[in-house]
C-alpha cells in the first residue's frame, strides 16, 4: 500500500474535528473515514484508514492508547499547520 499524503491529511483532519478531549475510538473514526469520500459509490477503505493511522502513528502525529483511543499529539497539530494553506491576515 502506498501513502497518499491527501489522504494522511484527511485523516488527521477527522481525528482534530472528531476527536472529543479524550480521543476517538478506532470503530468510530473508521466509520466517519468510510463515509467522508463525498461519493456513497466508492467509500474510502477501512484497511487504508488503519494503515495511515499506523503510520501516523509512527511518525509521532497521532498517539493510540491501548482501547484504541485515537489521539493528535502536538506534532499532529503542527503538521496540519504546515500543510493548510491559510488566508493573508
Known sequence: M???????K????LVQAYANED????????????SSSGNPDKPL???E???LANLC????FLS???SNLIQ????GHDYLDSITIKPNS
Do not use: F, M, Q
Not at 23 to 34: P, Q, T
Not at 57 to 60: I, L, M, R
Not at 72 to 75: I, V
Open 10 to 13: 484527511h485523516l488527521l483532519d
Open 72 to 75: 493528535l499529539t502536538w506534532a
Open 45 to 47: 477503505d477501512e484497511p
Open 23 to 34: 480521543g476517538i475510538y478506532l470503530v468510530e473514526l473508521l466509520d466517519k473515514w468510510s
Open 64 to 66: 493510540i492508547a491501548g
Open 49 to 51: 484508514c488503519i494503515y
Open 57 to 60: 502513528a509512527g511518525a509521532g
Open 2 to 8: 502506498r501513502r497518499n499524503l491527501d489522504h494522511v
